[in-house]
């Protein structure tokens, strides 16, 4: 009896074990598909948010939007295959039961769609966009993407989710454009070696390539993108270590400048000074003509002598933005405006070679009146189509900030309504302000001067006769205060009167909250003070 139990304990085991194995594995290979499935949902979910990230920028937006769900302490569902637009990103709204995704056998694909008959599905699948790691704070132009994929296999318990972790950087400071060739090549822009945008700063956004600002007259002004650094006076410089960056005989440098006053002498652009050579290469802006002046050494070689928009001996214009590229290819140098060659010509091969600082404005030379933005070197050179492509990758430009300003009549007190002024204050000159191209822009203050006769109105300086500003009907002010005025348009200024003849030109200065001002002549008027004076 005992053998025939221990016989039969056998056989079961014998039996179980392989079941038990099978089992086991089967539970294993469902567990390892729902894991691999986990990995590839989080993916997606990252993929995507980069494409959204581009759209943006494609379509001129602010480089975060439409992940305001998923910012700050936001918990967000990404969904690529949303059926309609606006439901690609969701809000799970504190339940991550709303971020479950359901699963469309037809297609292979899964949604957080769930009223068209799809299947649920135990995979939840959640975002988080955030400006920190828990140990750094990013700058503005970072952030961290963290995409959880959590889902439950059979009957084992649901598991921790699976993170996938990602950055996203704002379009504009992106390393390399988005874009296509517009030639047949296909093939997309290489990387510069260093980039300083100016946005502030000399920051290289690229290799860590700082520039030192110095001078008693360098200003960060509105640039082309974002800002440029401005130089004023003579010994206003940006300048970099000693670098090998241009210690080679084939690369491009590329820049926009603004020509802010005539070139009355060579004034030095950008110079790498390697050996004994100022030269190598030196960018200038001519003696005494509006073009500029790109050599190498040895023998002060390049076909670029006062290279202008339109080539050789053309001038550029005072105040308009001109992108610049310079590409050196062993012994050929051309030279790029707005994305065309304009001149070619023979250089020396090898230049005068050593490390050297990259230095912009002063040197031996005087820095030049102008402003220079996107500064770029390439340790590559640029094809004619690069360049093109280099070109269009720039936003267009926003429209030319403008004011104009003039004296209408006037017919109503306005001055009067301020408290501090007697209300029988009814001699105000009526002044009308028009502006242009200031989207995005803040009013903070309006200043109106007749500087021939020391006279001077303003919104904020309690020192000075008051300015009251209407827009249509509606007073925006009634103290000496930052006026706050978003996107102004047209404005009616109302000042009091200490005479009734506007018989010499006066001035109206705006100034905005990011520190620009827009000037406007006044012109002389034989327009008479609203109502009766005193």
Known sequence: MVEAI?????????????????????????????????????????????????????EGNDWLQKFNHCLGNGVCGIDPNAKNEGLDVINCNGNLDNCRLYFDSSYGLYSYDNSSGLSPTTFRRWVTISASDGAVNFDSSTRMINVFVDWKTGKLPRQSPRVVKGFITDWKKQVVPTIISSGGGGSLLPNPTAWWKFDGTGE?????????????????????IGQAINFVNSTDRARTGNTSILNNNTHSIAFWIRFNANST????????????????P?????????????????GNTGPADCAGPNGESTYFTIGEWYHIVGVK???????????????????ANPKTNGAARVEMGRTTFDAPLVSLDEVQIYNSALTSVDVQDLYFSFPPPAAIPSLSASIVDGTNDKVGTWNQFSPNTRCDWHIRASFGGVSGKTLSELLVERPTLGEA?????????????????????????NLNIANPGILDLYTQSVDTNWSQDGRLTATFTDGSELISPIPASSVVPGLSCP
């Open 265 to 280: 002498n060579w004034k030095q652009i950008l110079a790498y000074k390697a050996g004994s050579s100022d030269r190598s």
């Open 204 to 224: 290289d956004s690229i290799a860590s390539l700082d520039a030192t600002i110095s001078g008693s007259g360098v200003t960060f002004v509105t640039g082309r």
């Open 329 to 347: 290819n062993g012994a050929t140098f051309t030279f790029y405006v707005n994305g065309v060659q304009k001149e070619q010509g023979s250089v």
């Open 282 to 298: 030196g960018i200038w802006t001519y003696n005494g003509a509006n073009c500029i002046h790109w050599r190498y050494d040895p």
């Open 457 to 481: 109105w303003s919104t904020i300086n309690s020192g000075y006769y008051p300015v009251v500003v209407l827009i249509g009907a509606a007073q925006q002010n009634s103290s000496y205060d």
């Open 6 to 58: 221990v016989a039969v304990s056998i056989l079961i085991l014998t039996l179980v074990s392989p079941i038990t194995l099978a089992h086991r594995g089967l539970v294993s290979a469902e567990y390892s598909k729902d894991q691999m499935t986990a990995y590839n949902l989080a993916e997606e979910a990252v993929e995507y948010i980069h494409y959204l990230r581009d759209l943006n920028a494609v």
